[in-house]
């Protein structure tokens, strides 16, 4: 069968584009209100609803399981070949967009809403690459699936629920990373560093009353806030130097106590050295004041163990190999309450499969602060020479005309970990900008017609001939 797939992507680009504008319309950021009906609130549960609505509209087989994913069917066949997209999106903070994040607008060719890049617009590809192909006619010698996600970026709860009821794909991939192809992903740890608080208090300038900062782990803090108890008639002068200095945004607010915040800049988890953690930022300025004996702790650690520190160097937990490349440590919640007498720093480490992080973690010894691991992901890899690899990478190679830029070992932790043998697959090309998880994310609209191509050929020869 001869298909011009460009062709046929275009042929299908107003109903893809209207869809994906509706899809992207929903805040479907993990919310409080949850129930049975909406495990992890409403926002991604409508989402989630949404895209199962256009297979039904299409006249496709679909499944909601247990209200926190699903999937679309076609094709058939005895084999099961997986396409695994999420709808649930990261948190905003709509002061730094330009325009609402959650009102889809073009400008310049760009599509600008949360979501675009990640997930949304790659999940409405890769349904667009299946749905055409299935309305030219192809013979198909295996069932497709496209199993949607509802909280990926918080845990993958949806997809280890998913899979306790629903069979397990042979093969597939995920649209949910970059071009050309992820053929294996590193280990990953999550841990705490807890304060230990002491009754000492001592003499002090100011009290630390509350440091937050972080919502979810896998995204660079954007922005933290500090409240502190004391003399506030010199901290407006010290806190804007040390922002002119470091040419970073912030802004003091005095009353009952003195607030302080301070903005950094957003990146990936798993690419902590592309962002500014806002909070471990500011705990370098507060551990500049005289601080109460917690409080100092508490910010003295985070600035001699962990700012500016992605790769754990100054932990002494770094390490790299030739094939995976270094680990990385990314700092993503971090609270301190002292009523609570709550002071953590949660941290999320992406791995080579080779390193025993663990092992590592249990020999470090620091005053007045215990290290506990919250939860560990094995490392997932696919051969390069599989015919999974060698299929997509002639199929991205054919349209791209790419054969400088090779398959590669990816930090972020995708859905493709979740098949017995999976990939990530686009849909970020080589050089364009990374927006995931920043403000102002945008997906080129090109980049999204040409990636719906090459999944409708990628699943053409691996399903179809």
Request: proline residues 3%; contains cysteine; aromatic residues 10%.
């Amino acid at each position: 069968m001869n298909i011009n797939f460009k062709q046929e992507v275009q042929n299908h680009k107003e109903d893809l584009l209207k869809d994906l504008f509706d899809l992207l319309s929903v805040r479907s950021i993990l919310g409080t209100d949850v129930t049975e009906e909406t495990p992890f609130g409403s926002g991604p549960r409508e989402a989630l609803d949404l895209i199962l609505s256009f297979g039904e509209r299409d006249g496709y087989k679909t499944k909601l399981v247990e209200n926190k994913a699903g999937h679309i069917e076609v094709g058939e066949g005895e084999e099961l070949f997986g396409i695994l997209g999420h709808v649930d999106v990261v948190p905003v903070v709509e002061a730094d967009w330009i325009s609402h994040p959650f009102k889809p607008e073009v400008r310049d060719g760009k599509i600008y809403a949360r979501g675009s890049l990640d997930d949304k617009g790659p999940t409405m590809a890769a349904y667009y690459a299946v749905k055409l192909l299935d309305k030219l006619g192809v013979k198909w010698n295996k069932r497709v699936r496209l199993i949607i996600g509802s909280d990926e970026e918080t845990g993958f709860r949806c997809v280890e629920s998913y899979f306790k009821h629903e069979e397990q794909p042979a093969l597939g991939f995920t649209p949910d990373a970059m071009f050309p192809l992820v053929y294996a992903e590193k280990a990953r740890v999550t841990f705490d560093h807890k304060l230990i608080f002491i009754d000492e208090e001592g003499t002090y300038e100011y009290k630390l009353v509350k440091f937050n900062g972080g919502q979810v782990l896998n995204m660079v803090i954007a922005s933290a806030e500090a409240e502190l108890e004391g003399d506030a008639s010199d901290i407006k002068e010290k806190f804007e130097k040390f922002l002119a200095n470091e040419k970073l945004e912030g802004k003091v607010e005095v009353g009952n106590t003195i607030k302080l915040v301070l903005k950094g800049k957003a990146a990936h988890g798993s690419t902590p050295q592309f962002g500014i953690n806002g909070a471990t930022k500011l705990a370098e300025f507060l551990s500049t004041l005289g601080l109460d004996v917690n409080g100092k702790n508490f910010v003295n650690y985070i600035v001699e163990k962990l700012a500016n520190d992605p790769f754990g160097e100054k932990l002494g937990i770094n390490y790299s190999d030739d094939e995976m490349g270094a680990s990385t440590y990314n700092y993503g919640i971090l609270k301190y309450d002292l009523s609570e007498k709550v002071g953590v720093v949660s941290t999320d480490c992406r791995h080579p499969k080779k390193f025993n992080l663990v092992e590592k973690l249990e020999t470090i010894k620091v005053d007045n602060v215990n290290i506990e691991v919250t939860s560990t992901k094995e490392a997932h890899y696919v051969p390069k020479d599989d015919e999974l690899v060698t299929t997509l990478m002639d199929v991205y190679r054919k349209y791209t005309g790419d054969i400088e830029n090779d398959a590669f070992v990816l930090g972020g932790g995708t859905y493709a970990r979740c098949l017995k043998k999976g990939v990530a697959f686009g849909l970020l090309f080589p050089g364009k900008q990374d927006t995931m998880h920043q403000a102002n994310e945008f997906l080129e609209i090109e980049d999204l017609l040409l990636a719906t191509a090459i999944y409708a050929e990628g699943i053409y020869k691996l399903c179809c001939e």
